[in-house]
């Protein structure tokens, strides 16, 4: 039995059975302060540190680097997402017909019934909305009354061939509140606003004249203001950039062209100030449009190890491109000043604090702990080694620089 394994099954059976589900507190290891319980609201303090392997979320003080909460919802948080004006985690599991709401000053949770299993959240800022992509459909919850909508439409697929699959991507632009769902079948993109009426139909945008159309379309990402939306075709033949307001389509050209190996682009990304888009394939070539430059053409050039996420940080000066053994900081206008960080593991994922000064990183294999760098000096500092988790997972806090999380 691997390492990891044993440590999961351990993780598992001797702590997770001592700790019972309990409908209106989480369980947790923190003791009560004062006679009350501790808040974990603190947007630019706090790090939340999903377990790969177990039910646990981790919470870490980032300015004493110590935990200060140990959480279990009885599920394994494949999805979690923090709003970012208010107390509120969601998370999910795409095995789980349920979404999870956590108030991060009661300790208080609800569990939300869904039609299926939550596979995306997004949190509409300014208001008690949050958009969620089930396995086949999408809509709106309001988590302060518990209020869900749901579209009836179904973006499902006859090629079905398991439940744990979903047939679209969700995109979401959250200050214009617009759905952008992406088929993986064909090259079509659906459209609609989340306070549009339920029987109000979708707006069809049909790409099979402008692409190859035997090719439907994955990941991707929207600004949030409906500018525009950046999106990989499944085969990672090319990326995509599109301008709904003038019905502008540009793409990197070809991107990955040899084997077949499955989503071989990563998502796409998009700086804070919507001006300059990153596109990638885990064979290491780039594509880099500066629209604030009025680039139609993308520059493109390429890095020794294989991308797996894209952020960028310290006020929008810097990409930051984590992938299997490898990390590197590389200025916005020049691709030669960069600095690379290698490694013998994989990305798992990666947060960029709310001021872009640090990056926090998980990696797929090595002692539990989230690895920190400085992103003005780009250098690594100490990491913050985590207790009670067999792998660390997704990271969220209550604050980030980026549109792309």
Same mark, same amino acid.
């Given at each position: 039995?691997?390492?990891? &394994?044993?440590?999961?099954?351990?993780?598992?059976?001797?702590?997770?059975?001592?700790?019972?589900?309990?409908?209106?507190?989480?369980?947790?290891?923190?003791? =009560?302060?004062?006679?009350?319980?501790?808040?974990?609201?603190?947007?630019?303090?706090?790090?939340?540190?999903?377990?790969?392997?177990?039910?646990?979320?981790?919470?870490?003080?980032?300015?004493?680097?110590?935990?200060?909460?140990?959480?279990?919802?009885?599920?394994?948080?494949?999805?979690?997402?923090?709003?970012?004006?208010?107390?509120?985690?969601?998370?999910?599991?795409?095995?789980?017909?349920?979404?999870?709401?956590?108030?991060?000053?009661?300790?208080?949770?609800?569990?939300?019934?869904?039609?299926?299993?939550?596979?995306?959240?997004?949190?509409?800022?300014?208001?008690?909305?949050?958009?969620?992509?089930?396995? &086949?459909?999408?809509?709106?919850?309001?988590?302060?009354?518990?209020?869900?909508?749901?579209?009836?439409?179904?973006?499902?697929?006859?090629?079905?061939?398991?439940?744990?699959?979903?047939?679209?991507?969700?995109?979401?632009?959250?200050?214009?509140?617009?759905?952008?769902?992406?088929?993986?079948?064909? =090259?079509?993109?659906?459209?609609?606003?989340?306070?549009?009426?339920?029987?109000?139909?979708?707006?069809?945008?049909?790409?099979?004249?402008?692409?190859?159309?035997?090719?439907?379309?994955?990941?991707?990402?929207?600004?949030?203001?409906?500018?525009?939306?950046?999106?990989?075709?499944? &085969?990672?033949?090319?990326?995509?950039?599109?301008? =709904?307001?003038?019905?502008?389509?540009?793409?990197?050209?070809?991107?990955?062209?040899?084997?077949?190996?499955?989503?071989?682009?990563?998502?796409?990304?998009?700086?804070?100030?919507?001006?300059?888009?990153?596109?990638?394939?885990?064979?290491?070539?780039?594509?880099?449009?500066?629209?604030?430059?009025?680039?139609?053409?993308?520059?493109?050039?390429?890095? &020794?190890?294989?991308p797996r996420i894209i952020r960028s940080g310290w006020l929008e000066s810097t990409?930051?491109?984590?992938?299997?053994?490898?990390?590197?900081?590389?200025?916005?206008?020049?691709?030669?000043?960069?600095?690379?960080?290698?490694?013998?593991?994989?990305?798992?994922?990666?947060?960029?604090?709310?001021?872009?000064?640090?990056?926090?990183?998980?990696?797929?294999?090595?002692?539990?702990?989230?690895?920190?760098?400085?992103?003005?000096?780009?250098?690594?500092?100490?990491?913050?080694?985590?207790?009670g988790v067999v792998m660390g997972g997704l990271l969220r806090m209550g604050s980030?620089?980026?549109?792309?999380?």
């Amino acid at each position: 039995m691997k390492r990891r &394994d044993f440590l999961s099954l351990a993780t598992a059976t001797g702590i997770s059975s001592s700790l019972p589900f309990l409908s209106a507190k989480a369980a947790n290891n923190n003791s =009560p302060v004062n006679g009350a319980t501790q808040s974990l609201y603190a947007p630019t303090r706090y790090l939340f540190i999903a377990d790969i392997s177990t039910y646990y979320i981790s919470v870490y003080d980032t300015v004493t680097m110590e935990q200060v909460a140990h959480l279990n919802f009885n599920i394994k948080p494949k999805v979690m997402e923090i709003a970012r004006d208010d107390s509120m985690l969601a998370f999910g599991n795409p095995e789980v017909s349920s979404l999870y709401l956590y108030n991060l000053i009661s300790r208080e949770i609800k569990v939300i019934d869904m039609p299926s299993p939550v596979y995306q959240i997004f949190f509409v800022p300014q208001s008690k909305l949050l958009a969620v992509g089930l396995r &086949d459909q999408v809509g709106m919850v309001n988590y302060d009354t518990g209020e869900v909508t749901i579209f009836p439409e179904k973006f499902d697929s006859p090629q079905r061939e398991t439940v744990l699959y979903a047939y679209y991507t969700l995109l979401f632009s959250s200050f214009s509140q617009s759905f952008w769902v992406l088929d993986k079948t064909k =090259p079509v993109i659906y459209r609609k606003h989340g306070y549009d009426p339920i029987k109000k139909p979708w707006e069809v945008l049909d790409f099979t004249k402008r692409i190859r159309p035997t090719v439907g379309f994955d990941k991707g990402v929207a600004s949030p203001e409906d500018y525009m939306v950046a999106f990989n075709t499944l &085969d990672g033949s090319e990326g995509l950039l599109y301008f =709904p307001e003038t019905d502008k389509l540009l793409s990197t050209g070809p991107m990955y062209t040899a084997g077949t190996t499955y989503r071989p682009m990563v998502s796409p990304y998009i700086d804070a100030y919507s001006q300059r888009v990153l596109f990638s394939d885990v064979s290491g070539h780039l594509a880099y449009f500066n629209l604030e430059q009025g680039d139609e053409k993308p520059i493109r050039y390429e890095v &020794d190890f294989s991308p797996r996420i894209i952020r960028s940080g310290w006020l929008e000066s810097t990409w930051v491109i984590g992938g299997d053994k490898g990390l590197m900081f590389q200025s916005f206008d020049n691709p030669d000043d960069h600095k690379i960080y290698r490694f013998p593991y994989e990305v798992v994922d990666m947060w960029v604090t709310g001021d872009s000064k640090t990056l926090y990183m998980t990696l797929d294999e090595g002692p539990p702990q989230i690895f920190r760098y400085d992103i003005r000096t780009r250098e690594m500092l100490d990491p913050i080694r985590i207790k009670g988790v067999v792998m660390g997972g997704l990271l969220r806090m209550g604050s980030n620089n980026s549109i792309c999380y």
